[in-house]
């Protein structure tokens, strides 16, 4: 974030939609196009082109992810990336709430490297509903966040999941 009371302008592409978010985690923004979420960031849309069903869906279980009362998505989601970083993010969406991967076993199901894993996990353009924060270093250690205020919202997110000793 640039100013506490300021938050970076997101883009938002001529063909898609935004609505923004406040979440205990900052501001976000939702673009979508006709069919799904593309891209959630932190920040404010730099424009809004009225409201959309789909942009409303995502809104209301981002409010309820945070109330507590969604542990699991259900937006369409068409996130930009090559074959293997869909293949991750897929990967991504099938760890439970509140449960905790490394990067390494990841890399083992997957076939992969954990460097080559944590490219892709680290290129996640849907974070928070793809649950990039829900991947961690071998030890269990809090490693690589590249959303928010970096590793402080990757711990916030896993706090609020539970996931994480208080």
Sequence with gaps: MSEPDKPQA?????????????TPVGLLTVIANHQAVIRIAWGRPACM?????????ARAQI?????HRLKR???????QGSAFAQHVWEALCRIPYGRTVS?????????????AIGRAVGAN?????????????ADGRLVGYSGGGGLAT?????LHED????
């Design 49 to 57: 082109a009225g409201n959309a069903p789909l942009l409303e869906a």
């Design 10 to 22: 997101v883009p938002v592409p001529p063909d898609a939609r935004a609505c923004a978010v406040a």
């Design 63 to 67: 409010v309820a992810y945070f109330a």
């Design 154 to 158: 990757k711990r916030a997110l896993l």
């Design 163 to 166: 996931a994480l000793l208080r």
């Design 103 to 115: 990067y390494g076993a990841l890399a083992a199901d997957l076939g992969s490297s954990p460097r």
């Design 125 to 137: 353009p849907i974070p928070i509903v793809i649950p990039c924060h829900r991947v961690v270093g």
């Design 73 to 79: 998505f259900t937006l369409p989601l068409a996130p």
